[in-house]
């Protein structure tokens, strides 16, 4: 690595505050390094050493890390295999890990078998995966929608289940689709109050002046909750009309309200005018 910049404070540094002393640590575990040369050679930051900084400043240059080896990289690629042929529900929980670090290749490794398999995939996420309430699983289950239509098919009879986590994902799904083809099923819904937080968050993600419209309906809603919902959502539309609904909302009771009012104000502030 190239440590280029020369500030006092780098490279590990903390001094005495509010009568309190801090600890300022900075560590480099690999490589060849080049550091800038300072004044005092003794306490300069350097290759393979160690150095103070301030008060209580330390920092340390070590080989702790060696460079991935051929082997390394070799091991990594065997962790992404993943068998083609697999029973679908181990494939979906790979899809539905943590998809960072070494993980990232093997999630996006499983998203791929799982669209390979898009019909058998689609029946088993209605049947095994709707109504579960695990972020990453909404993910995978997001992706898959994004990338195919084969789940389109299993939309309505999830906005009609008897469970009602299945009922609010579907819900959540049809906004991240973007698929302004259920406004008028989500008007329905509406009428439902165990629902109509979900479906105004939905309507904010589906880009259509009906949205607007229904929104607009809940801007004085009883419930705060509500009211804050319906605000964000006016916010992601972003459309004039349902900035000007949004603008209604001034001198709302709810802190929240008024921040997303007046953050849009400021944004268009010769519309608000």
């Known amino acids: 690595d190239r440590y280029l910049v020369d500030i006092s404070s780098n490279y590990g540094h903390a001094n005495v505050r509010r009568n309190s002393g801090g600890l300022g640590f900075f560590l480099d575990t690999g490589?060849?390094?080049?550091?800038?040369?300072?004044?005092?050679?003794?306490?300069?930051?350097r290759n393979n050493g160690c150095w103070l900084n301030s008060v209580y400043g330390m920092g340390i240059d070590t080989l702790l890390v060696e460079a991935v080896t051929e082997l390394d990289e070799l091991t990594e690629e065997q962790a992404t295999e993943i068998d083609s042929t697999a029973d679908i529900e181990i494939i979906f929980n790979i899809a539905s890990e943590w998809g960072v670090g070494s993980a990232r290749k093997r999630v996006k490794k499983a998203g791929e078998l799982l669209l390979s398999r898009?019909?058998?995939t689609a029946l088993f996420i209605f049947e095994n995966r709707m109504n579960s309430k695990r972020g990453l699983v909404f993910r995978a289950i997001e992706t898959f929608a994004k990338a195919t239509t084969a789940y389109n098919q299993y939309i309505s009879p999830g906005?009609?289940?008897?469970?009602?986590?299945?009922?609010?994902?579907?819900?959540?799904?049809?906004?991240?689709?973007?698929?302004t083809v259920y406004i008028d099923?989500?008007?329905?819904?509406?009428?439902?109050?165990?629902?109509?937080?979900s479906c105004l968050s939905a309507l904010g993600d589906l880009q259509s002046a009906r949205s607007t419209?229904?929104?607009?309906?809940?801007?004085?809603?009883?419930?705060?909750?509500?009211?804050?919902?319906?605000?964000?959502?006016?916010?992601?539309?972003?459309?004039?009309?349902?900035?000007a609904t949004l603008y209604r909302m001034k001198g709302d009771s709810s802190y929240l309200v008024?921040?997303?009012?007046?953050?849009?104000?400021?944004?268009?502030?010769?519309?608000?005018?």
């Open 185 to 197: 099923t989500l008007a329905v819904l509406m009428e439902n109050k165990r629902l109509l937080g």
């Open 118 to 120: 898009e019909d058998e």
């Open 31 to 45: 490589g060849d390094d080049q550091y800038p040369v300072r004044a005092d050679s003794l306490n300069s930051p």
């Open 159 to 179: 906005l009609h289940s008897e469970d009602s986590l299945t009922v609010f994902n579907t819900i959540a799904l049809i906004g991240s689709l973007k698929d």
């Open 258 to 273: 008024e921040s997303m009012v007046r953050l849009t104000m400021k944004k268009y502030e010769a519309e608000s005018e």
């Open 213 to 243: 419209k229904l929104i607009k309906e809940y801007i004085h809603h009883e419930r705060e909750k509500i009211r804050v919902i319906t605000a964000r959502s006016l916010r992601k539309l972003d459309t004039k009309e349902s900035r």
